[in-house]
């Protein structure tokens, strides 16, 4: 039996669906249109877009086939080296700090000719410096001189400066000198990042106790463990990810000093002393003292192992510590040489050899 063919009312919504793709069909946009100059018909086309003049050109004839093109290319040129008398040319202003307060859009008046256009810049400028962006600003150059004198690196200078604007919009430390509060937020972005500082060293950097750096250090790393819910967005320092650190080990040392030692395979001396002073930390002899001793004596130590000896003189101007305490804690590590000392460094394998050792 045959099938006869569905009518018109078999389905009731199909006269509102033909007209709606028809309609799509007409106004649909056609893609595949292209410019082609009408003189010279080359296809592809050859065309120049001026951006200097705004002119869409024929490359081949010359006929120009637009004006007043936009450029959408990015700027990366700046207008400042422009400037001809107290006029800066530039089209947008600096990027947002996040280390500053408030929103950071607000427009400037420049400083033109004319006794009105001058006190309408001092009074901007009342308005915008206020109190707190200059005195952060200032603790911000101070960080950032106390840092470069002894080779810090610009990452952690940043998460320094962060940890003093967040104990500074909580008023942290009302009445402590504000040497001691920049000394704190070193030390806490040094440990955090992984470059570490010992106390003697931020002391002879800032003229502040070493009793009052340490208290400081607790008061700041109980304030970010408790506030690590409260870290924002794009923050420098990730609070929500800070956790408390141990002292910094003997083995932590090793690769700055060594580095300023100057050795002819740094990178060689840096993992056998810093396995040394690893291993050394756990001798009963060496318990309580203190790891710029350890980290010192497994210098004196590796030096002398692997042929490229260096005194504990030398050792001692650079680890700041005396001639003599290397020497002693050198002693308590001699007798255990053979267990320090691993294999894969001796000859053949390495270039090590125990019998270079000294005996004191």
């Known amino acids: 039996m045959a099938s006869a063919a569905p009518g018109?009312?078999?389905?009731?919504?199909?006269?509102f669906a033909a007209p709606k793709a028809a309609t799509e069909d007409k106004y649909k946009q056609n893609l595949n249109q292209r410019l082609i100059c009408p003189d010279?018909?080359?296809?592809?086309?050859?065309l120049i877009e001026e951006f200097?003049?705004?002119?869409?050109?024929?490359?081949?004839?010359?006929?120009?086939?637009?004006?007043?093109?936009?450029?959408?290319?990015s700027e990366w040129r700046t207008f400042a080296n422009d400037d001809q008398?107290?006029?800066?040319?530039?089209?947008v202003g600096d990027a947002m700090n996040p280390l500053l307060n408030g929103s950071q859009l607000e427009t400037n008046i420049g400083f033109g000719e004319g006794m009105r256009s001058r006190e309408l810049h001092r009074a901007q400028n009342r308005l915008i410096n206020d109190k707190t962006?200059?005195?952060?600003?200032?603790?911000?150059?101070?960080?950032?001189?106390?840092?470069?004198?002894?080779?810090?690196?610009?990452s952690v200078q940043d998460s320094a400066k962060h940890i003093f604007k967040l104990t500074e919009d909580v008023k942290l430390f009302k009445g402590k000198s504000q040497e001691a509060i920049l000394a704190g937020c070193i030390f806490v972005a040094c440990r955090h990042s992984k470059y570490p500082r010992?106390?003697?060293e931020l002391f002879a950097l800032t003229k502040v106790s070493k009793k009052e750096i340490g208290r400081t250090f607790k008061a700041l790393e109980k304030f970010l463990q408790s506030n690590r819910e409260q870290n924002t967005t794009g923050s420098l320092l990730m609070v929500e990810s800070y956790e408390a650190t141990g002292t910094t080990g003997p083995a932590e040392l090793c690769a700055r000093y060594c580095n300023n030692l100057q050795f002819k395979n740094p990178h060689l001396m840096e993992k056998v002393s810093s396995s040394l002073a690893s291993k050394s930390s756990s001798l009963k002899d060496l318990a309580g003292r203190s790891p710029l001793s350890i980290a010192a004596a497994a210098i004196y130590m590796a030096s002398h192992l692997?042929?490229?000896?260096?005194?504990?003189?030398?050792?001692?101007?650079?680890?700041?510590?005396?001639?003599?305490?290397?020497?002693?804690?050198?002693?308590?590590?001699?007798?255990?040489?053979?267990?320090?000392?691993?294999k894969e460094w001796l000859l053949p394998k390495g270039a090590g050899s125990i019998e270079r050792l000294p005996a004191t």
């Open 198 to 200: 010992t106390f003697r």
């Open 133 to 154: 962006t200059k005195a952060l600003l200032s603790a911000y150059r101070e960080i950032s001189n106390l840092c470069e004198a002894i080779g810090i690196p610009k």
């Open 8 to 15: 018109p009312d078999s389905d009731p919504f199909a006269h």
């Open 306 to 342: 692997m042929g490229d000896p260096r005194t504990s003189k030398d050792i001692a101007l650079i680890a700041g510590v005396s001639d003599g305490t290397i020497r002693t804690a050198y002693r308590h590590m001699y007798p255990a040489r053979e267990e320090l000392v691993e």
């Open 85 to 91: 008398g107290n006029d800066d040319p530039s089209r």
């Open 40 to 46: 010279c018909n080359e296809n592809p086309p050859n």
């Open 52 to 73: 200097s003049s705004g002119d869409m050109v024929c490359a081949s004839c010359g006929l120009v086939l637009g004006d007043r093109i936009i450029d959408t290319r």
